[in-house]
């Protein structure tokens, strides 16, 4: 498995990523919700009766219906428009003789604030907090993306070290075994005390004790991994990346500009200081008089038909009606809630931009802590390759010193300790300064521009 592998099925698989994306389907219809504020709203109502009075013979029978149909809009300057048409029919029959009715109305009421509530900005207010919260939910999937590659990669890293740290162990137990040959050797050729192999081979027991740690290592590296990714427990896995390094030197001012133009965090904070905005405009209009226009019109329409044994009558009637007025709603005294939402939302814009200067300043902060570590961690990984240099080097000679007689198996196995604790030091500061570069592209916010993973906002 590359790192790019890992990196693609912890996007693939991972539960919170998917949680994350189930989250938005309900994120999204509440957004549909808040933009159908504006759109008219039809309902249509109906009844059917039948009803009957009287006794024996002389009983009446009636028979009705009723359709209405009702549109109510709101328009984003705050007005309320409501059209209602409403029709009704009714057949009587008392004897030999039944009566037709119908009756059509339609009617339209219009009501325009003209202090509170009106204004475009005002009754926008809604819908454009819930675009801001749509955007604030995209930036938050964002995150759960971002967050789960970095703790993919760095588990990844983390189990290829610990893959690298078992290599290690493996030839350190070689190396040991080798010195042990060596001593046989010499001790049977005269050259060296019986005594003098006990250090070795304790060298040997502890290389072995050791490999035992780093297997145990591996497989819990392993597992950790494979949680990240959510995949099967079982499986396993082979790293293929190699640990190799590109001397990154990043620009400090380049690196905040980036860090503020992606950074989710600070463009979520600004985003709520427009949420903040908006609320003190709304909590500052709902503290003006109620003043509101209002008006209406309709037609209502009747057609009464009577049909007996000997005649017949008909009769038509329309009437329509129109108003208009002023209405005033003044509050006087003892209601504070419009006063303390204003002063609350006064507040909260103050805090959002205290809340916002201090963001900046701690990402400043985070960001010139990052590239100092990228560059302490590439400083480390280059003393380290050169000790692990001098250390091999070292053990060279040691050994050709030993086999000539003019050092000691404990030398020897000194040298031997030392070169292990370099090698491993190296690989340290290796995977340190990996890590330290995906740090620096997560304190950056640039995580999935490097990976090249889009989110769609569709």
Known sequence: MTLADCVFLAVRNNRGIKSAYLDRVVQKFDLKVAEDEFIPNVDVTSSVKHSSTG???????????????????????????????????ARTEDGGMHQDAYTSSWGFTLSQPLLKGAGIEVNAASLEIARINEKINILSLKSTVSDTITSAITAYRSFLEARKQLEINRQSLERAKELLEVNKALISAGRMA??????????????????????????????????????????????????EIKRVHPDLSR??????????????????????????????????????????YGISGEDD??????????????????????????????????????????????????????????????????????????????????????????????????????????????????????QSSELNAIIAYLNALTSLDNVLGTTLDTWKIEIKEE
């Open 194 to 243: 019986k005594v003098d192999i006990v250090q070795t081979q304790s060298d040997v027991a502890n290389r072995e004790f050791g490999l035992l740690q780093a297997e145990n290592a591996l497989d819990a590296a392993r597992l950790v991994l494979l949680k990240v990714l959510d995949i099967d427990k079982y499986t396993m896995i082979v790293p293929k990346e190699k640990t």
């Open 305 to 422: 038909e009577r049909i007996g044994d000997a005649f017949g009558k008909s009769t038509n009637a329309n009437r329509s009606a129109w108003n208009v007025g002023l209405m005033l709603s003044i509050p006087l005294y003892g209601d504070l809630t419009r006063e303390q939402t204003y002063i609350g939302a006064k507040i909260n814009l103050k805090k959002a931009k205290i809340s916002l200067e201090e963001l900046k300043e701690n990402i400043e902060i985070e960001v010139l802590d990052a590239v100092r570590d990228v560059e302490m961690k590439l400083r480390q990984v280059e003393l380290a390759r050169q000790a692990k240099e001098l250390s091999e080097k070292k053990l060279e000679i040691e050994k050709e010193k030993l086999k000539a007689g003019r050092s000691t198996n404990f030398q020897l196995v000194s040298f031997q300790n030392d070169l292990i604790v370099v």
């Open 55 to 89: 006794d024996g013979d002389n009983r009446s029978y009636v028979n009705s219906g009723e359709i209405t149909t009702t549109v109510t809009e709101k328009i984003p300057t705050g007005a309320d428009f409501t059209f209602t048409w409403v029709n009704t029919g």
């Open 255 to 296: 690196c905040q500009a980036l860090a503020l133009q992606n950074r989710r965090d600070y463009l979520q904070a600004l985003l709520n200081l427009k949420t903040t905005e908006l609320d003190l405009v709304v909590a500052k209009n709902n503290r003006l008089w109620d003043l509101s226009l209002e008006g209406g």
